[in-house]
């Protein structure tokens, strides 16, 4: 079975790796397509699909939006569409200051504690303009305050630490329709991640089609069997079509590899053909 990987990330974002590198990789694990998301930014697009033409590998257009939902924060994944449309480019630019301004106030806190560090030192080390707390949890483990990047999460950035500075988030509504307005196929990333309860979930899924979400990631990194039949079956009964991937961030998520996840992922080259499908059904409606 060929298979696919519809969820990394690069240097664009917080993976740890170029997009040629993680095209390179790719090749190496013998994947058929790929596509780069990287969080609220398209920056790397045009590099992996140079990169992917080299390697024979199919690269999609994509991104990763960071967006709201009764007060959650939902990821929202995007496919196929235009990088350059002007109101995409637009939405990133908003979204990419208030992440710039959020920065500056998580390393302020640090410089504050005695943890030395700038976000233009974090920009120059890690070759990206796009800096998120993984780069800051990379500094903890630095300074010995953290064993892990996972660690520094825990104890220093996850919400209700001391260094934990909320995002401003679009709404899930307003990140649908940019993305549509692109021509791409809006698909909901990681949907067990966000702990709904089961009532909730189901209200949530049909909202989701309602503002024209069009997919559903039904496997990704650490889904057992269980989960994964569920998706597929939410998927059906909501007229989902169906995504997978790894979510692979190089050295910030070491347990997690491209096209395998943790071990086991196998996304079929048929979730590529069904988002194909999807998004010839949005342009002819």
């Not at 996972?150 to 990140?175: C, E, H, S, V």
């Given at each position: 079975m060929q298979t696919i990987d519809l969820h990394t990330h690069s240097t664009f974002s917080d993976g740890s790796c170029t997009p040629t590198e993680i095209l390179q990789r790719a090749h190496e694990k013998g994947l058929?397509?790929?596509a780069v998301t990287d969080h609220d930014n398209v920056g790397g697009v045009a590099e992996a699909m140079n990169a992917g033409e080299a390697l024979d590998i199919e690269v999609i257009p994509g991104v990763e939006f960071g967006s709201g939902?009764?007060?959650r924060s939902i990821h929202l994944l995007g496919y196929l569409f235009d990088?350059?449309?002007?109101?995409?480019r637009d939405t990133i630019d908003s979204v990419q200051n208030a992440r710039v301004e959020r920065n500056e106030v998580i390393a302020s806190r640090m410089r504050e504690d005695g943890i030395p560090v700038t976000v233009e030192e974090l920009i120059r080390k890690h070759g990206t303009t796009s800096i998120?707390?993984?780069h800051f949890a990379k500094v903890f483990v630095e300074h010995g305050k953290a064993e892990s990047v996972r660690d520094a999460?825990?104890?220093f950035l996850n919400p209700g630490r001391a260094y934990y500075y909320p995002r401003t988030f679009i709404p899930l509504a307003q990140a649908a329709g940019v993305l549509r307005h692109a021509g791409g196929v809006p698909v909901l990333a990681h949907p067990f991640q966000y702990r709904f309860s089961e009532e909730e979930?189901?209200?949530w899924l049909q909202y989701c089609r309602s503002i024209g979400i069009e997919g559903l990631e039904c496997r990704?990194?650490?889904y057992d069997g269980e989960q994964t039949a569920y998706l597929d079956a939410m998927a059906e009964k909501y007229g989902f079509c169906r995504t997978g991937g790894s979510d692979f961030h190089g050295t910030f998520k070491p347990d997690i590899d491209i096209g395998t996840g943790k071990g086991s992922l196998a996304v079929p080259l048929s979730f590529l053909e069904e988002l194909k499908r999807r998004r010839e059904e949005i342009l002819h409606r």
């Amino acid at each position: 079975m060929q298979t696919i990987d519809l969820h990394t990330h690069s240097t664009f974002s917080d993976g740890s790796c170029t997009p040629t590198e993680i095209l390179q990789r790719a090749h190496e694990k013998g994947l058929a397509a790929l596509a780069v998301t990287d969080h609220d930014n398209v920056g790397g697009v045009a590099e992996a699909m140079n990169a992917g033409e080299a390697l024979d590998i199919e690269v999609i257009p994509g991104v990763e939006f960071g967006s709201g939902y009764r007060g959650r924060s939902i990821h929202l994944l995007g496919y196929l569409f235009d990088p350059d449309e002007e109101n995409l480019r637009d939405t990133i630019d908003s979204v990419q200051n208030a992440r710039v301004e959020r920065n500056e106030v998580i390393a302020s806190r640090m410089r504050e504690d005695g943890i030395p560090v700038t976000v233009e030192e974090l920009i120059r080390k890690h070759g990206t303009t796009s800096i998120g707390r993984p780069h800051f949890a990379k500094v903890f483990v630095e300074h010995g305050k953290a064993e892990s990047v996972r660690d520094a999460f825990q104890k220093f950035l996850n919400p209700g630490r001391a260094y934990y500075y909320p995002r401003t988030f679009i709404p899930l509504a307003q990140a649908a329709g940019v993305l549509r307005h692109a021509g791409g196929v809006p698909v909901l990333a990681h949907p067990f991640q966000y702990r709904f309860s089961e009532e909730e979930r189901q209200e949530w899924l049909q909202y989701c089609r309602s503002i024209g979400i069009e997919g559903l990631e039904c496997r990704y990194s650490g889904y057992d069997g269980e989960q994964t039949a569920y998706l597929d079956a939410m998927a059906e009964k909501y007229g989902f079509c169906r995504t997978g991937g790894s979510d692979f961030h190089g050295t910030f998520k070491p347990d997690i590899d491209i096209g395998t996840g943790k071990g086991s992922l196998a996304v079929p080259l048929s979730f590529l053909e069904e988002l194909k499908r999807r998004r010839e059904e949005i342009l002819h409606r």
